[in-house]
């Protein structure tokens, strides 16, 4: 499964993805649920935490997670997004664990909500990475 690899440091693979990746991504049918599987691993997210972000039942989520799929258009958006937007996290914070600390924590910065209730759109994934590329540049968390 390492055509799915989402954390590859060693041959230095960015942090983000921009937008001509996600359409080109989508346009040319690549993404599949192995990428959904790899995020699911690779994170530890709870399935729970996931399908709510996702939007799908936990049972669809787990039919996902057993054999490969194609993802419409909208799910693979986002699987792409999180994907790209976690490993961006565990560059700013060190780990996936301090990063996933941080996003369930109630932040000043947006008024006192935590991170991860805003995973739910690709607005909230964006406005998430846009904090993220903010705390790298000095900013408050």
Known sequence: MNEYKITNTEKGLSSRLNES???????????????????????????????????????????????????????????LLLSSLFRHGADVFGSMKAFEVWLGRENGMLDGMKPSDLLGSVSGIRLIDGRLYGLEFGDNA
């Open 21 to 79: 990746d996600v359409v080109y991504a989508l346009l040319s049918k690549t993404v599949d649920s192995g990428y959904l599987m790899t995020l699911k691993e690779e994170t530890g997210i709870s399935g729970e935490v996931l399908s709510g972000w996702l939007h799908v039942t936990p049972k669809t989520l787990r039919s996902y997670l057993v054999r490969k799929a194609s993802l419409s258009d909208i799910l693979g958006e986002q699987v």
